[in-house]
Nanobody
């Protein structure tokens, strides 16, 4: 049974926009920090963006700063990733990850600190 349900992936043209969403299938665990990672073929998993339950705690990977925006709705534990001005190199499988415990914002990028992962959703950027 999937603990996290991701949606919104697909095919998008370079320069376009796409929005990903992720939410728990059942609200049976804490969602202190919710983040997005991605993995392209032949590459390591890369941190994209993370957001804590508290206001103001957001972090972005260098490659997406200024183009992507992460947000969350604490009422239903949904996290969204608004992708804008996408590039060919944004093509990857995007994974939602959740930590039930607090993480120092400077460590949002560490995948080992997340206990729950989604199945991934494919994002393909075409020229």
């Amino acid at each position: 049974q999937e603990l996290l349900v991701e949606s919104g992936g697909g095919l998008v043209q370079a320069g376009g926009s796409l929005r990903l969403s992720c939410a728990p299938s059942k609200r049976t665990f804490n969602t202190n920090v919710m983040s997005w990672f991605r993995q392209a073929p032949g590459k390591e998993r890369e941190f994209v963006a993370g957001i804590a339950r508290s206001v103001g705690s957001e972090k972005y990977g260098d490659s997406v700063k200024g183009r992507f925006a992460i947000s969350r709705d604490n009422n239903n534990d949904t996290v969204r990733l608004q992708m804008s001005r996408v590039k060919l190199e944004d093509t990857a499988v995007y994974y939602c990850a959740v930590s039930g415990t607090a993480i120092f914002s400077g460590r949002f990028h560490d995948p080992a600190l997340y206990a729950i992962w989604g199945q991934g959703t494919q994002v393909t950027v075409s020229s």
